[in-house]
């Protein structure tokens, strides 16, 4: 027990890193060309700040098919991995849990078949209450009002 205790106060345990101090820029310094000009607006970010391609390279690498020769990228053509399937989601769905993905075209069209006409039956019932008049509640002073504890 003693020799346990006396590891840890000796200063052998590991320094756990401040997440406050992580740079995820670069740092701005003084450049080595006085003559170089500020950035302009709306000019060319510079590469660390290009979020463009930024998931991209950190799955894959930067130099994707690059030095690919042609028998690579002949092989990668037959494969059609050129050409996305664009319901490829539908298909992958299906195998997977059996779900059909259905056109929301049609059935919009089929649930709401009557969305240009205006008239329905609720708006019916309410100009034919109302006398297509604006509704107005009024507060009746007669009816007792309860008494919630604390006020």
Do not use: H
Not at 3 to 21: I, N, V
Not at 58 to 78: H, M
């Amino acid at each position: 027990m003693a020799a346990s205790t006396a590891c840890t106060s000796s200063g052998g345990g590991s320094r756990t890193p401040d997440e406050f101090r992580v740079v995820t820029m670069a740092p701005l310094t003084v450049p080595p060309n006085y003559k170089l000009r500020p950035p302009e607006a709306g000019g060319a970010l510079p590469p660390e700040l290009d979020g463009s391609r930024t998931e991209v390279t950190a799955a894959f690498g930067s130099t994707i098919g690059r030095n690919a020769s042609a028998s690579e990228k002949a092989l990668v053509g037959a494969a059609g991995a050129n050409a996305v399937d664009p319901v490829i989601r539908t298909q992958v769905d299906y195998e997977e849990t059996k779900t059909i993905r259905k056109s929301t075209s049609i059935a919009d069209r089929i649930l709401f078949w009557r969305a240009d006409d205006e008239e329905t039956a609720e708006g019916v019932a309410t100009d034919n209450a109302t006398g297509g008049e604006p509704v107005v509640i009024e507060q009746s002073s007669d009816a007792p009002r309860i008494k919630l504890p604390g006020t």
